[in-house]
């Protein structure tokens, strides 16, 4: 079972108005306009004169440019430019993200290799993560954040003032405490803001974009400000093209989907009023469907785009609204730019605002309904390249962040309450997945693409009372047992032997969930948490993407249901082969518990997935419904173990806890880890599943990739379509 990586408007008087994600009062917003007048003026004067030192001017001229262009655009925007000559938002749209494309990121100060080679070490770092954070500027421009857009300029400003005015060391150690402080200070109006857009339906940027755009107008995509490719263009022109009837099956789905969650869950819709949407740009028509749908919940929308500040953003992974990425590499080495201020004064900082902002903003916290994500998958697969040049968390620093992030984490649950809150996530595919050639000579296969997107709204809405009799009969099983093991067939070296919870009265309880099409979309899998002690053994896949990043040869050696060591063969070097895992599995945690054990029952996804050739790209919603799979992190039911939740045949699930997260009762610090990575074993690389219980009993549930437990060979048929 995946988890979502959240756990997570009144009248206003006269004299303010709605700016972006803040109201502003009349008299700030003339105080705004003044300090940014300057501060542009003064970037064109940089941009004619740099008065830098000569290894300073092709980085200060180049950034100066953007800043140009950014305010170029925010004046077209203003003034109405762009509604009467639509055509050039395209060339906009290029220009603001041509630095930073595969193409001519080798030399872009956006890449911390180049700009070291070009800067110097330590003015390189720098000046590498200044360039980064006034790309920002896009996001601030488009959505009218008057604060932050000022800010960044005068940011730019002072950087540059430093620069003219100081030598060596000194100049270095200036930038450095310059860059330092700006990021604490803005804190509040940056993560205030973040925190508002998630609970706040009056943030309405893109909610306007989708309900009063016209969608057979393409040129709207462009209204955002996010990198628009032809992915997005045929996603929208394709969507357009469906009837009525298909848009409501996927977007009823998906909106269904969300409310099921709270009734399975028991959990109080009645007391909600917002909902938190995450989708890829291009998928309009199926996100107005769902909000109207969302409206009949008496639920309103939020909607934030992904973190473009060094705070906002945790790792190399987008979550919330985006559009395509550029350059998926240049994520990757931004992912970690907060090590430029991470320290215990600076994550207390961080506490603070958080604290403060939910606790202003208690009421609409405790409305919020968590969150309905639509995630898209079939770009094409990235393996990044590990640049020493690029921020990282040392050591001691990676342990401040964990400490930190428990502590918002703790903090969102208290107001935005955990027991009360729920989510639903769907995936669709985008036209990339149907790419042919690379270069100028790749083309998208139109034909192919609607093949593989009619394929999985199939996949997306299986008959689930179908699915929950044969799960049913999967459980009956496992309940019966005090083990699974799990056996690798072929190359695959997994020999897992999984520990499962005691039943105290197997009328009324169950250890594994049955889970349908509700909050984990589509349908097709049995979980349960499993104990720790006794969990023993190695996982293995040969391939697996987890978030967007592929591992090759990954291994896990479990004792006692934690992480014992961990291995992969993406690059040459086993050290940066350790800190792949660290970073993209451990979550710079030293180990992790097993928190989930799983068996994907989804047939139909996987052979759909082999007939096309598109298992590498799918995601781990849909990939971990075609096979068993463990999740490395926190159980699924972290924040909300104390919460009644029952299979459809009545029985109470009672495995929600492990050894580390009924800590929670004496320190909420110890129990959870903010993440949960599920890894999945494709059913061709699969020998054996079988329970394990008392007096001899033992039950094999699939054999060789083929389930032969009585009452689930129905599962083989699409397996049999196969051949």
Request: aromatic share 10%.
């Amino acid at each position: 079972m995946i988890l979502p990586q959240e756990a997570q408007g009144a009248a206003q008087e006269d004299d303010s108005f709605f700016m972006g994600s803040i109201w502003v009062e009349e008299k700030d917003w003339e105080v705004l306009n003044e300090r940014y007048d300057l501060a542009v003026g003064r970037v064109r004067e940089i941009a004619q004169e740099p008065e830098v030192p000569a290894c300073f001017v092709s980085y200060v001229r180049r950034t100066a440019e953007f800043l140009l262009l950014m305010d170029n655009i925010k004046t077209k925007l203003e003034n109405g430019h762009f509604e009467q000559h639509p055509g050039e938002l395209a060339d906009c749209n290029r220009k603001m993200y041509e630095d930073i494309l595969p193409e001519r990121y080798a030399e872009s100060y956006a890449n911390p290799a180049y700009a070291v080679q070009q800067l110097g070490e330590t003015f390189g770092r720098l000046l590498c993560f200044l360039y980064a954070q006034e790309r920002g500027l896009i996001a601030y421009v488009f959505e009218g954040k008057a604060e932050e857009l000022t800010a960044h300029v005068e940011l730019f400003v002072q950087i540059c003032g430093i620069l003219r005015q100081e030598d060596g060391e000194a100049a270095a150690q200036s930038v450095r405490e310059a860059l330092y402080w700006f990021e604490s200070d803005y804190a509040d109006v940056i993560l205030t803001n973040r925190i508002r857009e998630q609970i706040d339906p009056d943030c309405d940027f893109a909610a306007d974009i989708v309900m009063n755009s016209d969608l057979t107008d393409l040129n709207y995509l462009y209204r955002y400000g996010e990198y628009i490719t032809d992915s997005e263009i045929i996603t929208a022109r394709y969507l357009n093209s469906l009837p009525q009837e298909e848009i409501n099956r996927m977007a009823d789905t998906w909106s269904e989907g969300y409310r099921m969650g709270f009734v399975y869950g028991r959990k109080p819709l009645e007391k909600k009023r917002t909902v938190n949407l995450h989708y890829h740009v291009g998928f309009e028509r199926v996100v107005r469907r769902a909000i109207e749908n969302f409206k009949a919940m008496n639920l309103r929308p939020t909607i934030y785009r992904y973190g473009v500040s060094a705070l906002t953003i945790r790792g190399a992974s987008r979550s919330g609204l985006t559009g395509a990425v550029p350059n998926p590499q240049y994520d990757y080495d931004h992912r970690e730019d907060a090590a430029l201020m991470m320290d215990a004064k600076f994550a207390e900082r961080r506490i603070e605002v958080a604290q403060s902002a939910y606790e202003s903003m208690k009421e609409l916290a405790a409305a919020h309904g968590g969150p309905a994500v639509m995630e898209t998958f079939g770009e094409d697969p990235f393996e990044p390249v590990s640049r020493k040049e690029a921020w990282t968390c040392d050591e001691k620093q990676q342990k401040i962040q964990v400490k930190m992030r428990m502590k918002l984490s703790q903090i969102t649950n208290e107001y935005i309450i955990g027991s009360e809150r729920s989510f639903t996530i769907i995936a669709f595919p985008l036209p990339d997945i149907a790419a042919e050639g690379t270069g100028e000579e790749r083309k998208i296969d139109t034909d192919r693409y609607q093949k593989i997107f009619h394929e999985i709204i199939k996949v997306n809405t299986l008959d689930v009372q179908k699915y929950s009799k044969i799960q049913e009969r999967i459980i009956d099983a496992l309940n019966r047992g005090r083990q699974a093991h799990i056996v690798g067939a072929g190359q695959n070296r997994t020999d897992l032997t999984v520990q499962l919870h005691p039943l105290n009265d197997p009328e009324k309880e169950t250890i594994f969930e049955n889970c349908g099409a509700d909050v984990n979309i589509p349908l097709g899998e049995v979980f349960t948490s499993p104990v720790l002690k006794g969990t023993n053994g190695i996982l293995h896949v040969s391939q697996v993407y987890l978030n967007g990043l592929n591992f090759r040869d990954l291994e896990l050696h479990f004792r006692d249901g934690m992480i014992e060591s961990a291995s992969c063969s993406n690059f040459e070097k086993k050290e940066d082969n350790d800190s792949y895992i660290r970073d993209n599995i451990l979550f710079h945690h030293d180990t992790l518990p097993m928190g989930e054990f799983a068996i994907g029952t989804n047939t139909t996804a996987y052979a759909a997935a082999r007939k096309y050739g598109i298992a590498s790209r799918l995601p781990i919603l849909i990939a971990e419904k075609t096979g068993p799979h463990f999740a490395v992190g926190d159980t699924c039911y972290s924040w909300e173990e104390d919460t009644t939740i029952c299979n459809p045949d009545g029985k109470e699930i009672v495995a929600k806890d492990n050894e580390i997260s009924i800590l929670r009762k004496e320190d909420p610090s110890k129990a959870y880890f903010q993440c949960h990575t599920d890894i999945t074993i494709p059913y061709e690389e699969l020998g054996l599943i079988e329970a394990i219980g008392e007096d001899g009993y033992r039950a094999e549930l699939i054999r060789d990739g083929r389930f032969i437990l009585p009452g689930t060979e129905e599962l083989n048929e699409a397996l049999d379509s196969m051949h």
